[in-house]
């Protein structure tokens, strides 16, 4: 059975791009065509006017970068070695990260804010810390696309904005092309430049979000009564209407 239906979109670079949609939409399953870890029944998947089909991983490392939802390794890594293995596609074959490549990977985790934990085993890490370590492994590709899965999914809610955060100041500076999967509507709504929908498989609106994320579509989208309020500072909310089914 098909799990998504006549998916068509285009994202810029230098652009953050919100994927929302319900739990079972298709974004993961999305994320992982775009990757080229499924292969899709049919239609094509572009990176730099480049066709994901015809290529091989190691071209496809050097395109798109992912963090993926789940982090565990079957191995005893340190997050050094986590974060340098993002630089694979830049080595020979048998070979070790050069001197250069370490200090850069510091370098990286040291602006993520993670350089206290290059030293200790990844599996020890709380899933918070793994995700902003896989962010750094991610930046550390330093490829023109990055895909983030639901990378808020384990951060306290400090941590939420200063990821989102760095991925807004890397976008701009870098000039990549982020897609970032988001469960927290106002995450994209303060941190996205557009939107895509997706509704039981099925991109029902894309475009920019300030002009998507209105009280309409998010209640198409989710299926219940939301509301887009304006705060005091003058920045935008998004609150359920009835949160608990009272009258």
Known sequence: MPVLHDISLEIGSG?????IGRNGSGKTTLMRCINGILKP???SISVSGRG???MKRDEIARLISLVPQ??????QFSCLEIVLMGGASRIKPWSAPCANERRRAKEICCEVGVADLVDRPF???SGGQKQLVML???LHQDSPVMLLDEPNAHLD???QH????LMRRFVKERGVTALITLHDPNLALQYSDEVVMLKDGTVVAAGPTALLLDDVHLQQLFGTEIMVERTVSGSYVVVPRNPAGEN
């Open 15 to 19: 652009r953050i791009c919100a994927l």
């Open 41 to 43: 029944a049919k239609g």
């Open 52 to 54: 994901i089909r015809q």
């Open 70 to 75: 789940g982090n565990y390794s079957p191995f």
């Open 123 to 125: 599996n020890c890490l």
């Open 136 to 138: 750094a492994r991610a």
């Open 157 to 159: 809610f400090p941590n």
């Open 162 to 165: 200063r990821m989102m955060g």
